[in-house]
């Protein structure tokens, strides 16, 4: 089953402009990571971001987490055509009995125009 | 490091045949994990190995599906026999010890797109 739910399911906008891709879950976590897959191609690990912590960056990433809520965001800034990519959020559930095991969102399918 | 190498990266055959999809983790990732993509159902986990020794398989679907993992560098995943239904993008993914930094991270490999006729 899915855990995360990404939101919206497609993105479009153009280079330059700021994207914002939100995910909820459902359970209480370990960490919450954020992956990239480029069409025909397999996943890249972004950023993690553990339960303890509400913000964090890297790059043009800018990644939140509100445990209350039970949600996260990715902001990408500046962005460039080659951000055109379907991006999941990943939890690590507690009660799964090990952090190491993902449950991945529906994705988001982010396109900009050059 | 080369990253994950998964073979075939395609793969087409006729329903009752069996398939096997191959994986090599990165060198020295304690994990691995074998997953399957498609557009109805998404990235579901199948089975993950820790130390070579398959920790959680619940997500496989049934018992045509089996997975090994006979040395710390090879794994497979087969199907037996294969059904349309099946047929879907197969990714394997290996992750790090907890000595390492990166030891949440997953590195995903290219897939095996399979399509059962």
Partial sequence: SQQGEEDPQALSIQEGENATMNCSYKTSINNLQWYRQNSGRGLVHLILIRSNEREKHSGRLRVTLDTSKKSSSLLITASRAADTASYFCATASISSGSARQLTFGSGTQLTVLP | DAGV????????????????????????????????????????????????????????????????????????????????RDSAVYFCASSPGAGASSYNEQFFGPGTRLTVL
């Fill in chain 2, 5 to 84: 190498i998964q073979s075939p990266r395609h793969e087409v055959t006729e329903m009752g045949q069996e398939v096997t999809l191959r994986c090599k983790p990165i060198s020295g990732h304690d994990y691995l994990f074998w997953y399957r993509q498609t557009m109805m159902r998404g990235l579901e986990l199948l089975i993950y190995f820790n130390n070579n020794v398959p920790i959680d398989d619940s997500g496989m679907p049934e018992d045509r599906f089996s997975a090994k993992m006979p040395n710390a560098s090879f794994s497979t995943l087969k199907i037996q026999p294969s059904e349309p």
